[in-house]
């Protein structure tokens, strides 16, 4: 296959990855390392080789904006199953228990979920990335050991069943629109345990994160070294924008503030060039009636090309 430098203004964006249910995230991030031929590949929020869906990738500098796509709306659809309990708290793990979950019908669940929405504390599975002494949970969950976790706050804008099968194994289709670092898995799980027999997570697709739709995304069968790119500014393009000259971005990359005609405060904008590419991350400032732009990442060098 043949490559493009790694110099090339091509490999430099955001690619809206579809990614399919059984190879991991890494796996997906090495595939677009080998077709772009470069190492600078990242993601923006794992999905587990189960999950299908939207994977955000960031390649060349769009690694440098990942955090901020990773920290967008996410919206699910997934499919629960109730009447089990895994210790990986999907359909992939080893079975803990068996319940009946005859009892359960669709109002039943409905009613729990509800309580499932607004901001909320949720314990992280073992079975997750997180790290314990520099060591992935995984890891020791493999090894049989469990260590203890912090809480951590998380929110759910929107949850509905919308398909609902009743029987010992009753099965549901669940939607939800979360904030990042939720885990569905782990709300499969505590929805099987508000009902009392148990769940745990069948399926999982992705549909959106933020602006980025699975209906846009590309098959990652079908990513070849010509597969176009989404330029940085646009891939952010919720962030107030700021354009400046050559001689404002040379003082920019100095780490000077430089004056930004008419424009509010905020902690983070999109400093771009003349030609609208975005050059810069940086913060605007109301000082003394005036907005300043400082710098917090320069995305390009004094000549204009990208890092």
Not at 57 to 71: N, W, Y
Not at 106 to 131: D, H, I, T
Not at 236 to 256: K, S
């Amino acid at each position: 296959m043949a490559r493009r430098s790694a110099r090339d203004e091509r490999i430099h964006g955001i690619l809206n990855l579809h990614k399919p249910s059984g190879p991991s995230s890494h796996d997906c991030v090495s595939r677009c390392r080998r077709t772009f031929g470069t190492r600078r590949v990242g993601h923006a929020g794992t999905l587990d080789p189960l999950a299908s869906g939207v994977l955000i990738v960031g390649i060349g500098s769009g690694t440098r904006i990942l955090e901020l796509l990773q920290a967008q709306p996410k919206r699910y659809r997934a499919e629960l199953c109730l009447g089990l309990e895994t210790d990986t708290q999907d359909i992939t793990g080893q079975t803990l228990s068996e319940g009946d979950a005859s009892h359960v019908d669709e109002a039943s669940l409905v009613r729990e979920l509800l309580g499932f929405l607004g901001e909320q504390l949720q314990l992280p599975p073992m079975y997750s990335a997180l790290k314990h002494a520099g060591r992935p949970l995984y890891e020791l969950a493999r090894e049989g050991e469990e260590v203890e976790r912090e809480p951590r706050l998380i929110g759910i804008d929107r949850i509905a069943c919308t398909r609902f099968t009743p029987g010992p194994r009753a099965t549901a289709e669940l939607l939800l629109t979360c904030t990042s670092g939720t885990y569905v898995r782990t709300l499969c799980h505590d929805l099987g345990r508000r009902l009392g027999c148990g769940g745990t997570m069948a399926a999982l697709v992705r549909e959106a994160v933020g602006s980025f739709e699975l209906t846009d995304a590309v098959p990652l069968e079908e990513l070849s070294v010509d597969t176009p790119l989404l330029p940085l500014a646009e891939a952010i393009p919720w962030l107030p924008a700021f354009r400046v000259t050559d001689d404002e971005f040379q003082a920019l990359f100095m780490g000077q503030r430089v004056p930004a005609g008419e424009g509010e405060s905020a902690p983070v904008v999109r400093i771009l060039n003349r030609c609208g590419k975005l050059v810069a991350l940086g913060a605007s400032h109301r000082v003394d009636g005036q907005t300043l732009l400082s710098p917090k990442k320069v995305f390009a060098s004094l000549n204009g090309h990208s890092d």
